[in-house]
């Protein structure tokens, strides 16, 4: 049977590697990528966040604000192979980068703090990772920081996100003294000197080698467990060889059956080199990767620069020479001026030209082969999520997940004349970034801008104002309610009859309405049908469906909100020979249902988020009494490097201003994350 490494030598894919950067944040994403712009030669200086001299961090609000806000795109080169890297946010609000982002990749390096392990947003990207299959190498960075502990990042790796880690490195030196790595698999030791550009390579130092041939076995015994090639020849040879070693963590990272873990610190460069010997050697190509699937019927299409055109729109960017689209080429051939067809949109659009990206820095191309990742400019009507393909091979590609927005704002412009830019803005805004919504309130006539968060707003109203020339105003943010039945009605019958000249409109529904099971704060839709006899023909259940999930989107009795977490089972009806259509059931559906809802006992649901408050000890007190102030349910307490971290879940517009608070209560020494989770009763 050939293994992924076979494949890999062979495939002429196999000298590219398709891999995102992610991590909670501040746990060192970005310098992690400078360091391998600088290893590969692809820059010729170290950029520095807190300088606002890195490469992939280039939109002046990201270098305003210290943190990765866009994800960007990057090529390098490395011993022979093409790495297409993208470095992605790791602030909770900008998980819809992270999302779209990891839907094109191939692999990942997921970089935990050292000091602090495992954090909230670690473990939301790394399940993001988890829904897309994409495999991952951890990389524990910081190594040289007071307090900095492989073993314990690697215990709360193992208990928090449950993969099998197979750590292949053992560090030289603590904290500040740390110098270098052992390399388990080939039993050397890399070690660099003070303002080295790379590694000096030599024997095992006698004062660690104990250790290292410990390490080493208990690294053969967990790969012999998991992998039945290696699990022969340690019971031949009861030890197993580097080449062996090598081929067994590569197919079990590449199944997702174990996690290579490596440590170093990216800010001092040392452990980079062997990240990226680790990158080529363990992380999937193109080819490895399983074929892309038609949405509709299953059909596969293989990563071959043969086959047929396919591609996938990831990203879409307004610049000032135009518009940028972000595609991932999954098989066949893109020229400079071909024309393709958008699935998406059913249009045909024409390639005007095909851009190798460096961040915000572009090099024209001929062509792009599949396994590549690229912009392409003169896409007029593509958006993120669309499938481009050959014309006369049609295919549908699954889009990104797109998450649903939980925090509004009302938006303005301060003069009556930017109406229309603001309008115009807006737009261009809501396509760049699919996660932004924008809507106008019919009830006020306010433009409400929807996000994942705060943060998130915020970033798109100062972009309106920087790239766009507006002034505007924003109103204070709004969060997204839900309603939902607690107690629903039985046999509500609604006939609807209409007759005005002509074809008239009958239909008659007796609907049972149910809360779903799982208790307040449950989200969703269930129908069915218990109808006997064909007293209702099939066609018209259809509408009746269709037309409840009308009446749940217009809003509940409450307040207007959607309404979520309903059952609605279809029990009996009558139909007229004459005068019944899907029309009439949908619209007796929609109607009825809206009534049954006003005779339910209905609850009101709010956004809440699962919050992460790490302050000194002797700051607890203060920060317990404010979360109590903002309804705020505590679900745990512990310690973390010498640090109180209180977990709460907080409704989300509570959640307005904390960072303040915070900072003011705890002297500038407290830091939170939001994780948002769901709906609860209000």
Same mark, same amino acid.
């Not at 709360?156 to 928090?160: E, K, N, P, T």
């Not at 022969?232 to 031949?236: S, W």
């Not at 409450?558 to 959607?562: D, E, K, Y």
């Given at each position: 049977?050939?293994?992924?490494?076979d494949?890999?030598l062979?495939?002429?894919l196999?000298t590219?590697?398709?891999?995102?950067?992610?991590?909670?944040?501040?746990?060192?994403?970005t310098?992690v990528?400078?360091r391998?712009l600088?290893?590969?030669?692809?820059?010729?200086?170290?950029g520095?966040?807190?300088?606002?001299?890195t490469?992939?961090?280039?939109?002046?609000?990201?270098?305003?604000?210290?943190? #990765?806000?866009?994800a960007?795109?990057v090529?390098?080169?490395?011993?022979g192979?093409?790495?297409n890297?993208?470095?992605?946010?790791?602030?909770v609000?900008?998980?819809d980068?992270?999302?779209?982002?990891?839907?094109?990749?191939?692999?990942a390096?997921a970089?935990f703090?050292?000091v602090?392990?495992?954090?909230?947003?670690?473990?939301?990207?790394?399940?993001?990772?988890?829904?897309h299959g994409v495999?991952?190498l951890a990389?524990?960075?910081k190594?040289?920081?007071?307090g900095?502990?492989l073993?314990a990042?690697?215990a709360?790796?193992?208990?928090?996100l449950?993969?099998?880690?197979?750590v292949?490195?053992l560090?030289?030196?603590?904290?500040n003294?740390?110098t270098g790595?052992v390399?388990?698999?080939r039993?050397?030791?890399?070690?660099?000197s003070e303002?080295?550009?790379?590694a000096?390579e030599g024997?095992?130092?006698?004062?660690?080698l104990?250790e290292?041939r410990?390490?080493?076995?208990?690294?053969?015994?967990?790969?012999a467990?998991?992998h039945?090639?290696?699990l022969?020849?340690?019971?031949?040879r009861?030890?197993?060889?580097?080449?062996?070693l090598?081929r067994a963590l590569r197919?079990?990272?590449v199944?997702?059956?174990?996690?290579?873990?490596?440590?170093?610190?990216?800010?001092?460069n040392?452990?980079?080199?062997p990240?990226?010997?680790a990158v080529?050697?363990?992380?999937?190509?193109?080819?490895?990767?399983?074929?892309?699937?038609?949405a509709?019927?299953?059909?596969?299409?293989p990563a071959d620069?043969?086959a047929p055109?396919t591609?996938?729109a990831f990203?879409?960017?307004?610049?000032a020479?135009?518009?940028?689209?972000y595609?991932?080429?999954?098989a066949?051939?893109?020229?400079?001026?071909d024309?393709v067809?958008d699935?998406?949109?059913r249009? #045909?659009?024409?390639?005007g030209?095909?851009?190798?990206?460096?961040?915000d820095?572009?090099?024209p191309v001929?062509?792009?082969h599949?396994?590549?990742?690229v912009?392409?400019?003169g896409?007029? /009507?593509?958006?993120?999520?669309a499938?481009?393909?050959?014309?006369?091979?049609p295919?549908?590609?699954?889009?990104p997940d797109v998450?649903?927005?939980?925090?509004?704002?009302?938006v303005e412009?301060?003069r009556?004349?930017?109406t229309?830019r603001l309008a115009a803005?807006?737009?261009?805004?809501?396509e760049?970034?699919?996660s932004?919504?924008?809507? #106008?309130?019919?009830?006020?006539g306010?433009t409400?801008?929807?996000g994942?968060?705060?943060?998130h707003?915020?970033?798109a /109203?100062?972009k309106?104002?920087r790239?766009?020339g507006?002034?505007?105003t924003?109103?204070?943010?709004?969060?997204?309610?839900?309603?939902?039945?607690a107690?629903?009605?039985?046999g509500f019958?609604?006939?609807h009859?209409?007759q005005?000249?002509?074809?008239?409109?009958?239909?008659?529904?007796?609907?049972?309405v149910?809360?779903?099971?799982?208790g307040p704060?449950?989200?969703?839709?269930?129908f069915?049908s218990?109808?006997?006899?064909g007293?209702?023909p099939?066609?018209?259940v259809?509408a009746?469906?269709?037309?409840?999930?009308?009446?749940?989107a217009?809003?509940?009795p409450?307040?207007?909100?959607?309404v979520?977490?309903?059952k609605v089972?279809?029990t009996d009806g009558?139909?007229?020979?004459k005068?019944?259509?899907?029309t009439?059931?949908?619209?007796?559906?929609r109607?009825?249902?809206r009534? /049954?809802?006003?005779g339910? /006992?209905m609850l009101l649901?709010?956004p809440?988020a699962?919050v992460?408050?790490?302050?000194?000890?002797?700051?607890?007190?203060?920060v317990?009494?404010?979360?109590?102030a903002?309804?705020?349910?505590?679900?745990?307490?512990g310690t973390r490097?010498?640090a109180?971290?209180? #977990?709460?879940?907080?409704?989300?517009?509570?959640?307005?201003?904390?960072?303040?608070r915070?900072?003011?209560?705890?002297?500038?020494r407290?830091?939170?994350?939001?994780?948002?989770?769901?709906y609860a009763?209000a």
């Open positions: 049977m050939r293994t992924a490494l494949r890999h062979t495939h002429p196999a590219v590697r398709n891999l995102g950067i992610l991590a909670h944040v501040d746990a060192g994403k310098t990528t400078e391998i600088y290893a590969t030669g692809t820059t010729h200086r170290r520095e966040v807190h300088d606002g001299t490469v992939t961090d280039f939109d002046p609000q990201e270098r305003d604000r210290g943190i #990765t806000i866009f960007a795109a090529s390098c080169a490395w011993n192979h093409r790495i890297l993208i470095d992605t946010p790791g602030h609000d900008f998980a980068e992270v999302e779209r982002s990891l839907r094109v990749l191939d692999g390096v970089v703090d050292a602090a392990g495992v954090e909230p947003q670690s473990e939301s990207v790394w399940r993001q990772a988890d829904r495999p991952r990389f524990v960075n190594m040289d920081r007071a900095a502990d073993d990042a690697v709360s790796i193992r208990a928090r449950h993969p099998a880690p197979l292949v490195q560090p030289l030196g603590t904290e003294a740390f790595v390399d388990l698999v039993m050397r030791a890399l070690t660099w303002g080295a550009e790379s000096d024997p095992v130092p006698d004062a660690v104990d290292a410990r390490r080493r076995r208990l690294l053969e015994e967990a790969v467990e998991r039945p090639p290696a022969e020849e340690f019971c031949e009861e030890r197993l060889s580097a080449a062996t090598t197919d079990l990272t199944a997702g059956d174990g996690v290579v873990v490596l440590c170093g610190s990216a800010y001092r040392r452990g980079v080199e990240l990226l010997d080529v050697a363990y992380l999937p190509s193109p080819a490895d990767r399983p074929p892309v699937r038609d509709r019927d299953g059909r596969e299409r620069p043969a055109f591609a996938l990203k879409v960017s307004a610049t020479t135009g518009r940028l689209t595609v991932r080429v999954y066949g051939t893109l020229e400079k001026g024309t067809w699935a998406t949109a249009r #045909t659009e024409r390639v030209r095909i851009l190798r990206v460096q961040a820095r572009h090099a001929q062509r792009a599949a396994g590549d990742i912009a392409v400019v896409l007029k /009507a593509a958006r993120a999520g499938t481009l393909c050959a014309p006369d091979a295919i549908v590609l699954e889009p998450a649903e927005p939980v925090v509004s704002v009302a412009a301060h009556g004349t930017d229309e803005a807006l737009a261009r805004l809501a760049e970034d699919p932004l919504v924008v809507r #106008t309130d019919p009830e006020t306010q409400v801008l929807s994942r968060g705060e943060l707003l915020e970033v /109203a100062e309106l104002r790239a766009h507006l002034e505007i924003t109103g204070r943010p709004r969060v997204s309610h839900r309603e939902t039945v107690r629903g009605v039985s019958v609604f006939r009859v209409k005005d000249g002509g074809a008239g409109q009958f239909a008659h529904v007796v609907l049972d149910e809360p779903l099971p799982g704060g449950t989200t969703g839709f269930a069915a218990t109808v006997v006899g007293r209702v099939q066609e018209y259809r009746v469906e269709a037309g409840c999930r009308d009446a749940l217009a809003g509940g409450l307040g207007g909100h959607p979520t977490g309903v089972t279809l009558s139909t007229h020979v005068d019944s259509s899907e009439a059931f949908r619209t007796a559906a109607l009825g249902l009534e /049954a809802l006003r339910c /006992a649901l709010e809440v699962e992460t408050v790490t302050v000194p000890e002797d700051a607890v007190g203060a317990l009494g404010d979360l109590a903002r309804r705020a349910r505590v679900t745990g307490s490097g010498g109180a971290v209180v #977990t709460a879940t907080v409704p989300l517009a509570e959640l307005f201003g904390y960072a303040t915070l900072r003011s209560r705890t002297q500038g407290g830091t939170f994350t939001a994780r948002p989770t769901g009763p």
